[in-house]
């Protein structure tokens, strides 16, 4: 039988994860949480399931295909009709009995003597739904695991790649995208980097013994760019959502991403004289050339609304999207175009709008990205767009605390840094040749 205990965590951690513990409510305070006063949680918290399969005796794992119904599941099992009415009650009374989802399971279990106890499914990670045996028919609950998060600290080097430098130590890559995505806004992560550049995540890990893998969430990240430190805070605003701020409470989150693809090098920058690769006539080139397979998604590098899309002569194949702030940005060449991109659609920032191609004027695959702010075209790589809201006045005092417990774990659990070796910046890498539109 599982039975998940509370977290034992250092004082120096409670306060942080009770300001952003994973599924709190929106009204959740923030508080700090003695060392006693968790111990006593611990040793007094219940098991995740009371034994009501207790004493067990048989199980069974049915997973769900397509169309299928717990009723259906329950039927193959060959539940009596009367127990199967009753379990779906139950179930009906606290989750939507069509939200079960293909490839998931449910897990029977019957006691020794061969009456049916009940059933308990696995809604994510942490949650899960159980429905047991009481009287004459069942009862049934959602129950949410209290995992024993543990605190840890992960660097990589952006040589030979972030990714690289994590999976290398049997960390998961993801971690990398993760923090990637944090500071999209603010860092260009081909333009931008240098060899002997880091990123440094504040991470807590927990794992289930009945659940393959384990859960990770950043806590903190840092990022040193070219020399300088960059910070992101996990913290929840007024609201209880959570974002991640600068130290200052200055948000991370910008209305723009700095790039719309993962590129393999900048083929042509922007330029009012440009000798074209195909015409070889000197022209305006008012768009960045990020060169990259044909396939690789294009995103959208802000919310917007799809305000032209088709196939002109030299663009190719082109999706052009309408920002606030009388911003329009353009992707051009492209192979094919994505779902939900027709004309009058709206799009979020980060969703694909198409994939890269070499359609229209072009020698090779690539995307010619383009942003025009107030009628005027402008340099995609030196554009800057305004931030999010900061984090409001009444919490930054409750902020900066966090702050620096964030940063005292960090120097608590930091590794000592490495020297880092110079190797050849092949991180600006500038074709010159052109070979694209």
């Not at 723009?256 to 004289?273: E, K």
Request: glycine letters at 10%.
């Amino acid at each position: 039988m599982l039975r998940l205990r509370p977290a034992l965590w250092p004082a120096i951690l409670l306060f942080a994860l009770s300001a952003c513990r994973e599924g709190a409510a929106p009204d959740a305070t923030v508080a700090t949480v003695d060392a006693e006063t968790a111990l006593a949680a611990a040793v007094d918290a219940p098991p995740l399931y009371p034994d009501r399969f207790a004493p067990a005796g048989r199980s069974e794992t049915l997973r769900f295909g397509r169309g299928d119904t717990l009723d259906g599941l329950l039927r193959r099992a060959e539940i009596a009709p009367e127990q199967r009415a009753a379990l779906c009650r139950a179930v009906a009374a606290v989750f939507d009995l069509g939200s079960f989802r293909e490839g998931r399971e449910i897990v029977l279990r019957w006691d020794r003597s061969g009456g049916l106890l009940g059933l308990d499914y696995a809604l994510d990670y942490v949650s899960d739904l159980c429905a047991w045996r009481r009287g004459d028919g069942f009862a049934a609950e959602r129950f949410t695991a209290a995992l024993d998060w543990e605190p840890r600290v992960v660097t990589a080097s952006a040589t030979p790649s972030f990714y690289e430098s994590l999976t290398s130590q049997g960390e998961d890559g993801d971690l990398a995208t993760r923090v990637a995505d944090l500071f999209a806004g603010e860092v260009d992560f081909f333009f931008d980097l240098r060899p002997d550049d880091r990123m440094e995540i504040l991470v807590e890990t927990a794992s289930r013994p009945d659940r393959a893998g384990a859960r990770t969430r950043v806590l903190a990240a840092w990022m040193r760019v070219d020399g300088e430190r960059r910070g992101a805070y996990l913290f929840p605003d007024e609201d209880g959502v959570r974002h991640y701020y600068h130290a200052d409470g200055g948000s991370l989150e910008r209305q723009f991403m700095r790039a719309p693809l993962n590129y393999t090098r900048i083929s042509s920058g922007f330029s009012h004289n440009r000798l074209h690769p195909v015409l070889g006539v000197h022209r305006p080139h008012l768009g960045v050339d990020y060169a990259a397979p044909v396939g690789t998604p294009v995103m959208a590098t802000a919310d917007g609304t799809v305000v032209r899309r088709g196939r002109g002569g030299g663009e190719g194949r082109f999706v052009t999207l309408r920002h606030p702030g009388r911003i329009e940005t353009t992707y051009m060449h492209l192979s094919s175009f994505a779902k939900g991109t027709a004309v009058g659609q709206r799009v979020k920032k980060g969703q694909v709008v198409g994939r890269v191609g070499s359609s229209g004027l072009s020698t090779g695959p690539h995307l010619d990205y383009r942003i025009k702010v107030d009628g005027r075209y402008v340099d995609a790589r030196n554009f800057r767009s305004r931030p999010a809201a900061p984090l409001e006045e009444a919490r930054k005092t409750v902020f900066a605390e966090q702050v620096a417990r964030y940063d005292a774990l960090w120097s608590n659990l930091a590794p000592p840094v490495a020297e880092t070796v110079a190797v050849p910046d092949f991180f600006r890498q500038y074709d010159s040749s052109d070979t694209s539109e």
